[in-house]
């Protein structure tokens, strides 16, 4: 079993689009888009979202939102459930947070990492630099390691990367981006032969560095 | 005397008909500042309001109000649906099985409803939004309410929602799809404030 997700949009179109985008990269995720009103229109049903709700009911659904009425709806839907506490809204953009959900859910990420990987999308990244100054510890873990597939960083990696790294207990960096932000990894820009350096703090530190040496070393199983 | 599921009602079906007089008007006050669609979904979802209570009459006010809160949740389908739905719920849960709703009832009850507003839509005073109506609204039933009419807390407060609905014309919005707007915001009365003093307005109409 993983997490399900749900998608509410003002729009089917947009709600059923970002689920089938964000399904071929987690297959095995149920998704539920829950777009459009009853009939048909643009906005938000209570009825649409609380069967999407429903359905997706089990071990933990991820909610992810578009616009104002959206998130209204969605917390009034979230109130009826069965069980309130098993529903988390995401509070993060809604084709990345989903794409970034989906692919944590896929690794078999908890509801509330799912949750935070969707999240991790809207954060800033944080500078290199400024991030320097913050991490004041050394860190518990780290490694250096090259990317050898053709295609390097690119967004399949780096889902891979932020998904398994969401459902661990520790803080990563590579080359100073959140290693559990997708958007952060893609945007290193790493093509083939760049070092990746990592530095892990937390619990799972090793075991984190141990994920990126693997993953990496085996080109994300891609060429 | 207090107010009874006759009074429930009659204030949704008051409330039903203000919104299809009112629709064009808060089509077009909703035109610059929003998606120009609070008229038809207002009127939409109270039409379904009647028509579920044409099926089900409800049996206490508090049952009547439950029943219009899930009707507006899944019927209106913009932003006005979820918090009109919270606010009615809210107000229905306050009042509970009571079948005799006296003065300081309603102004919880009233006061419920707000809450529920601010809870579900995360707006305060000054957003430009349907809070700067129900709040004085509710300051207003909260005054006069120790006279124990329930007409009088009735029609005070919907006359604090119609000044505060005016009062949302030089407002900046800063909640909704108005708030994309900015600057240009200022100058146009909320459409959700209005819908708020018009169903207020209805309220004591329905206890005359």
């Given at each position: 079993m993983t997490v399900r997700l749900v998608v509410v949009s003002h729009s089917a179109k947009i709600?059923?689009?970002?689920?089938?985008?964000?399904?071929?990269?987690?297959?095995?995720?149920?998704?539920?888009?829950?777009?459009?009103?009853?009939?048909?229109?643009?906005?938000?049903s209570l009825e649409k979202v609380m069967a999407a709700l429903e359905q997706a009911s089990g071990d933990g659904v991820v909610v992810l939102t578009d616009l104002g009425s959206a998130v209204m709806t969605a917390e009034s839907a979230a109130e009826f459930a069965a069980d309130p506490d098993s529903v988390l809204l995401a509070d993060a953009p809604l084709v990345e947070g989903l794409v970034a959900a989906a692919v944590a859910a896929q690794t078999g990420a908890d509801a509330a990492a799912v949750k935070d990987a969707a999240e991790a999308v809207y954060r800033p990244p944080v500078h290199p630099a400024e991030a320097e100054h913050v991490h004041q510890q050394p860190p518990d873990a780290t490694g250096d390691f090259e990317l050898v597939n053709q295609a390097g960083m690119h967004a399949r990696p780096a889902a891979k990367i932020a998904g398994g790294l969401s459902a661990m207990d520790a803080d990563v960096t590579v080359n100073g981006a959140d290693g559990a932000s997708m958007t952060e990894l893609m945007m290193l820009a790493a093509g083939k032969g760049t070092v990746l350096h990592v530095e892990a703090s937390g619990p799972d530190a090793a075991k984190a560095v141990g994920y990126l040496e693997r993953l990496v070393g085996s080109g994300f199983g891609e060429p | 005397m207090g107010l009874d599921v006759g009074w429930a009602v009659r204030w949704l079906t008051l409330s039903a008909q203000a919104m299809a007089e009112h629709r064009v008007e808060l089509i077009e006050l909703d035109r610059p500042i929003g998606d120009s669609d609070h008229g038809e979904n207002m009127d939409r979802g109270f039409k379904a309001v009647m028509d579920k209570l044409a099926e089900a009459p409800p049996e206490t006010p508090g049952a009547a109000l439950k029943l219009t809160a899930m009707t507006l949740m899944s019927k209106v389908g913009g932003a006005a649906g979820p918090l009109y739905g919270t606010a009615f719920l809210r107000a229905a849960t306050a009042l509970g099985s009571t079948s005799d709703i006296d003065a300081a009832t309603l102004a919880t009850a009233l006061q419920a409803a707000r809450d529920g507003i601010v809870a579900r839509g995360k707006a305060e005073s000054g957003d430009k939004t349907m809070v700067d109506a129900w709040t004085p609204a509710i300051e207003a039933a909260a005054a006069t309410a120790g006279d124990g009419d329930v007409r009088k807390v009735l029609l005070a407060a919907a006359e604090a929602a119609e000044a505060g609905a005016v009062s949302t014309d030089p407002m900046l919005a800063r909640k909704g799809r108005a708030s994309y707007l900015g600057e240009r915001s200022i100058g146009h009365r909320d459409p959700g404030a209005v819908s708020s003093a018009l169903i207020l307005r209805a309220a004591a109409g329905a206890a005359e």
């Open positions: 709600a059923d689009g970002a689920a089938e985008l964000a399904a071929q990269m987690a297959p095995d995720v149920l998704i539920l888009p829950a777009g459009g009103t009853d009939d048909g229109r643009i906005g938000t | -």
